[in-house]
Structure formats: structure tokens, C-alpha cells
């Protein structure tokens, strides 16, 4: 039985002793907790930085949009000019002041079509760079220092995957 259901027999079976009007007065107004707002990790690190000003974050990330063409907006700028029927980037930004979570993002292998081997990344050749690399392994299960084979689909979407066969990775 939901907690509505339970208060409306309450209100039915409690009589009218002062303690129970005090109850019942004090649930009258009550409503179930809103789910919290899932969002990427982008939107959270963009909400992070700008939380103390958020209104003047959304108005910078709006011209922002408004001065560039489509093609050179970032990560970010295409989440907020991304409007649609059930996305309202700035309805989402303001609620995150509720609270939130970080929706996990769906992986993918990526297994060459031809050789049969998969891509992985990895950074650099030392601690300090931080270019990533590419190459090919045998074993998707392969890891590597600063990367490893598995890729989001923001990810595949920056790579040329066309000779890959991309999988996604089941959990």
C-alpha cells in the first residue's frame, strides 16, 4: 500500500482526538520525493563549476551558443542548445539544485571488421604527457595506463571507427 493509500485509511480510522487532527494536519501537504535528475558527467562537472552563479553560467553558455556555428559549439554548449520535447537543458541545470546523480555511460568495444583485434587507448609514453594514443590488441580485456578498450559513444563519435564493428560491452 502506498503512503497516500495508507493516509487517506488513517484520516478514515483515526477519529477526531487532537493528536491524530495533529498528524493528519501535519502529512496534509505532503509529496512523494521528486527522482533526483541523472545526468552525464559533463553536465555534473559543468553544474559543479558553476553552481554559486548558476543563473549567469546558463546566460554565458547561451551567447556562447548564439556566437558560434553549431559545428565549433562544445560538449557542453550542444547539451544547452539541444532543446527538445522531453530535454529542457536548462530545466535539467536548474533542478540539479535538488540533487542529482551521474548516469553511468553505455561502453562499447570497438573490434577491428578486417584483423579481428580490438582498439585500445593509452596515454603517453610518460607520467607527463597526456596525448592518448591508439593501437591494436588481441583481448578486449586488455587494459592499459590511462586508457584501456572500451570507448563511450562520445567517444567513438570523435574517433573514424569506419572499419571497426562496434559492441557493446555487457555488464
Known amino acids: 500500500m502506498t503512503f497516500e493509500e495508507e493516509f487517506e485509511k488513517f484520516k478514515l480510522t483515526a477519529g477526531a482526538s487532537p493528536k491524530h487532527k495533529k498528524i493528519i494536519n501535519h502529512f496534509k501537504d505532503w509529496q512523494p520525493q521528486q527522482a533526483l535528475q541523472e545526468v552525464p558527467q559533463f553536465v555534473a562537472d559543468w553544474f559543479d563549476e558553476n553552481k554559486g552563479d548558476l543563473e549567469f553560467g546558463i546566460y554565458c553558455e547561451n551567447l556562447n ?14 547539451f544547452f542548445n539541444s532543446e ?34 580490438y582498439l585500445r587507448s593509452y596515454t603517453g609514453l610518460s607520467m607527463d604527457d597526456t596525448t592518448f594514443r591508439y593501437e591494436e590488441v588481441k583481448d578486449e580485456r586488455v587494459g592499459g595506463f590511462g586508457g584501456g578498450t572500451t570507448f563511450t559513444q562520445q567517444e567513438i563519435d570523435s574517433l573514424e571507427t569506419g572499419s571497426y564493428e562496434i559492441i557493446e560491452v555487457e555488464e
Open 65 to 78: 551558443i548564439n556566437n558560434k556555428p553549431e559545428r565549433e559549439l562544445s560538449t557542453i554548449e550542444k
Open 84 to 117: 527538445t520535447e522531453n530535454k529542457n537543458p536548462i530545466e535539467t541545470v536548474i533542478r540539479m539544485k535538488d540533487g542529482y546523480t551521474v548516469e553511468k555511460p553505455q561502453l562499447f568495444y570497438l573490434k577491428n571488421k578486417i584483423t579481428g583485434k
